[in-house]
């Protein structure tokens, strides 16, 4: 009873309670489920009537008048009964039509309503999930465009390495979440309808029913498929669609979660060098027993739910291998669980990698300081090159560059000290010709090459066409509730 705690004495999913969006949990719900399953029903009395089968107006009125109203104690009374959870609603639906009780579900198997709306709550699914990659990727588009000139460290093997530029690395995360849109959006449209195709895909309860009409068949398929919003169905079926189809839907699902774990992790990696944070409220508490903490939660949620849906990959995996002959029904339970739960999860790790994004802070200060502390190494060669120029020997110069980097490596690694390679270069007479080009050679934009071009030229070729289908749709913000 709502109200009396009741709701705590038993588990509920985190996915729902804790984190989800209302349409993503809607779409999943049993509100949707089984007024999607009396919509088939009406879709398919339909057809069977304007095909010629004796199925009249009223029936089909009385049918679309109870479309919403579900007696859910009477379906669950029914199903404890039956054992048979699309026959219990067959019987709810016939207590409020007692008109149209003998032609519901007429020639239909389970898997009518069920595989159906099943690949109704995916195309859904998919159509939710897909604005929302988009306004992630146009906020992290914003940013990199913002930052593509300003020089970071770059690394390797989490080494100090090259230049780059902050808007550079993140057009890195933006490439990985334009293949994971381009894969949404086929999986979406790879999608077809089961339609109507009888208990092992034959349709031999539909070739009985229009006393072997076979266009008539056809024309039944056909006519349900459109009404359930679908250009195609399958043409051949065992008693379900084939579960290759789970697998094509949830590996795109799965590959998302690699890119936002990948994407959260180099943000992690950032806040512990205090170069960038992922937003932090005025009244937000980072630590128990440490005040002055500033942890990235919303980071560390999005790659804590990332690895699960990756790891949810195997479940349609294992299933679709072990789909005997025409069907078994070891799938159903486990299709419960995995299906709507990637869903869900992309849902969560979307809308919350878009409120990091919206946030994301730049000290660009701390990044200068980083790179203070290592660019006298990396400017040796053009420290060289630029007293060769001035009409030194190249050898020379490189030995006295190694001595000196040397001595300087020693102070930072053993004495704990900073950097001393320029100061030691500006005391040395023999660099003398090119000290008073010492500042221009060391200019860090000097060393982050094309970056800053590469940036500009991959979001107005690659990334803002890719959102254009969905302009409409980018002014909505994201508040997490923490």
């Not at 992690?268 to 960038?276: M, P, S």
């Not at 970056?451 to 979001?459: E, I, K, T």
Request: charge should be negative.
């Amino acid at each position: 009873m709502e109200g009396s705690g009741e709701e705590f004495n038993k588990y509920r999913s985190p996915l729902v309670s804790r984190y989800a969006s209302k349409e993503m949990a809607y779409n999943f719900s049993d509100r949707k489920k089984f007024t999607t399953w009396r919509k088939l029903w009406i879709y398919l009395a339909k057809a069977e009537k304007a095909l010629g089968l004796p199925v009249t107006e009223a029936q089909v009125a009385e049918m679309e008048s109870h479309a919403e109203d579900i007696d859910f104690a009477m379906a669950a009374e029914e199903e404890r009964k039956l054992r048979h959870d699309v026959m219990a609603h067959v019987h709810t639906f016939a207590h409020c039509c007692p008109a149209a009780a003998p032609i519901i579900h007429l020639g239909a198997t389970s898997c009518y309503v069920g595989d159906n709306t099943d690949l109704i709550m995916l195309r859904d699914g998919f159509d939710i999930l897909l604005p929302k990659l988009a306004r992630v990727i146009d906020r992290l588009a914003n940013f990199a465009e913002k930052y593509a000139d300003l020089p970071t460290l770059g690394f390797t093997h989490y080494q100090p390495a090259q230049l780059t530029t902050v808007g550079k690395r993140a057009c890195l995360w933006l490439q990985d979440l334009a293949m994971d849109m381009r894969n949404l959006q086929r999986a979406r449209d790879d999608l077809r309808f089961r339609g109507v195709k009888g208990t092992t895909g034959t349709q031999a309860s539909f070739l009985q029913l229009f006393q072997g009409d076979h266009m008539k068949v056809e024309e039944l398929d056909r006519m349900v498929t459109e009404m359930a919003g679908f250009k195609r169905a399958y043409l051949v079926t065992g008693q379900t669609y084939s579960r290759k189809v789970d697998i094509d839907s949830l590996s795109p699902l799965a590959s998302l979660g690699a890119t936002i774990h990948k994407i959260c992790t180099d943000i992690r990696l950032l806040a512990n060098l205090k170069e960038i944070e992922e937003p932090f409220e005025k009244e937000q508490i980072g630590s128990s027993a440490m005040p002055y903490k500033r942890n990235p939660m919303r980071c560390e949620r999005c790659c804590s739910l990332a690895r699960h849906l990756m790891a949810l990959l195997s479940d349609p995996l294992q299933t679709a291998s072990v789909q005997w002959l025409e069907r078994t029904l070891d799938d159903s339970a486990n299709r419960r669980i995995s299906l709507p739960e990637s869903f869900l999860t992309a849902d969560i790790i979307l809308s919350t990698l878009q409120n990091v994004a919206e946030g994301l802070v730049v000290y660009p200060k701390v990044i200068e300081r980083h790179i203070r502390q290592e660019l006298p190494f990396m400017a040796t060669e053009n420290i060289i090159m630029s007293m060769v120029k001035a009409g030194g020997n190249r050898q020379d110069c490189h030995e006295k560059i190694r001595v000196l980097s040397q001595e300087a490596a020693a102070v930072v690694k053993q004495e704990g000290g900073d950097n001393d390679l320029l100061a030691r270069v500006q005391a040395d007479p023999y660099f003398a010709p090119i000290l008073g080009h010492l500042d221009e050679i060391l200019d860090p934009k000097t060393f982050v090459g094309r970056a800053p071009q590469q940036v500009v030229r991959f979001l107005s070729e690659e990334v803002r066409p890719l959102l254009e289908p969905y302009k409409a749709k980018m002014n909505v913000q994201i508040e997490l509730e923490l």
